[in-house]
């Protein structure tokens, strides 16, 4: 047996299913809960599960979920138009086997999801899937794990992106201070009114790391391809039939060019006019990119038909996603109601000095993004601890962000949760791919380590 076949094996009896693992996950808090953060009686025991409830459909959670939902649906849509199906074709072509094909997806996927993690995800997978069914139709070897790997490596890279959580809300006017409720003046004055994303995402060492991501992760996939086997595969491109039907009455206008140019162009001119300030600023909101992505897709798609046909693709890829969302907003619930994630980096906190915070912060938001694999609900109960931490040790309050937003992404390499749509397209199974997204981990782990303590 050769070492992938000997990996794959292994994983396959070590991992379940995303929804069975967020099961699990669930339980190991609810004990964790129960047993360390107070007293085990009946009491204590019916008030966690208050918590875990009500985080489960906290209000501002849920609008959050719309706008992460949106993000991979409008990503999704996007992908599934001509002009980037076209795009996808042509790097597709390039392609002549294994090694060539994890470097074009992998390093494609990172470029695509630095600008916007859910297109960067269905980007991906779609390439992923593209490869596939070249190799099926041209008659090369590929190790389609591998290649399913290099098509998810863009959410390990997201957070340090143009749509990452924490620092589109740390750019938010007034959001740091709105961490902090009832704190006292003498501690809100140390706080900025925002950190600019020129600080944190445009900031030239942020993008040193990600450029150095850009050069090591495709090499580390390329040795991979290199020392794995690869198999024959067969898989059909899928058929899309065309409506061949008469259109008759208002149905023209669901195929109306002039329709949908007027309105792209519209949504366009009201994009800018709404957000001509932040664009010149440099600052993005995941409102404001869901706004762009829903331009984009209305302009790219030939009509309002090819639309809504690509929008009933794109929910079904982000179903399992949806319906998974309320149990790890509960497990967030209960970690931010018993004090778990304030242990978890309390602990980090109480070791560190100025120079390792960074890198504590770095591994405690890892640790944290597995139970809570959100990154705007992550920032939202860890951040504080973190800014306030940073301020005590007089880290820089930009590089603290950072570091949270680093050791979120690089875990979503062992929580399978995001990669469900890439998954759906795919027909791959996660522990098919967790094998290789993990040495992903590892070495994107050390590259950001040594970024926190270099910068």
Request: proline share 4%; hydrophobic share 55%.
């Amino acid at each position: 047996m050769n070492l992938s076949n000997f990996i794959e094996n292994t994983f396959k009896k070590l991992i379940p299913a995303p929804f069975t693992l967020a099961v699990l996950l669930t339980l190991i808090t609810l004990f964790v809960a129960f047993f360390f953060t107070g007293e085990t009686n009946t009491n204590s025991a019916i008030q966690i599960l208050d918590f875990w409830q009500t985080g489960m459909w906290d209000p501002s959670l849920i609008v959050f979920m719309v706008q992460m939902m949106l993000i991979l649906v409008l990503g999704h849509i996007l992908v599934l138009s001509k002009p980037v199906s076209w795009l996808t074709s042509q790097l597709t072509k390039i392609v002549t086997g294994n090694a060539s094909a994890v470097i074009i997806v992998s390093v494609s996927t990172m470029l695509v999801a630095f600008f916007n993690w859910g297109l960067g995800l269905i980007f991906g997978a779609i390439m992923a899937r593209k490869v596939a069914e070249a190799a099926s139709n041209r008659g090369f070897k590929i190790n389609y794990p591998l290649i399913g790997a290099a098509g998810y490596v863009g959410l390990m890279v997201w957070h340090g992106g143009m749509s990452g959580s924490a620092p589109l809300k740390a750019a938010e006017e007034g959001h740091l201070a709105s961490l902090f409720p009832g704190a006292g003046a003498e501690f809100l004055s140390q706080l900025p009114n925002s950190l600019p994303t020129t600080s944190t995402i445009f900031s030239s060492w942020n993008l040193l790391i990600f450029g150095t991501l850009l050069v090591f992760i495709p090499l580390t996939l390329y040795f991979l391809s290199r020392i794995s086997e690869s198999k024959t595969v067969k898989i059909e491109a899928e058929t899309k039939t065309n409506h061949i039907a008469k259109i008759t009455g208002a149905e023209k206008l669901d195929h109306s060019n002039s329709l949908r140019l007027i309105f792209g162009f519209l949504l366009l001119a009201a994009f800018f006019a709404s957000y001509s300030d932040e664009i010149s600023a440099g600052n993005l909101t995941p409102n404001m990119l869901n706004f762009l992505m829903l331009c984009l897709c209305v302009l790219l798609h030939e009509s309002f038909a090819s639309f809504l046909k690509a929008l009933e693709e794109a929910i079904g890829g982000a179903a399992a996603i949806l319906i998974q969302f309320p149990l790890y907003f509960g497990i967030m619930g209960i970690m931010r109601e018993t004090g778990l994630v304030s242990d978890i980096s309390g602990f980090f906190v109480s070791v560190a000095t100025d120079v390792s915070l960074p890198v504590y912060s770095f591994f405690s938001a890892g640790l944290v993004n597995i139970f809570v694999p959100s990154g705007g609900g992550q920032w939202a109960v860890q951040g504080p601890i973190i800014l306030e931490s940073a301020l005590k040790l007089g880290v820089p309050l930009n590089k603290a962000v950072m570091a949270l937003a680093y050791g979120d992404q690089i875990t979503n390499m062992l929580q399978p949760f995001w990669a469900l749509p890439l998954l759906a397209i795919t027909k791959l199974k996660a522990r098919e791919i967790l094998p290789y997204t993990l040495v992903m981990m590892l070495v994107g782990s050390l590259v950001y380590i040594a970024g926190l303590l270099l910068v």
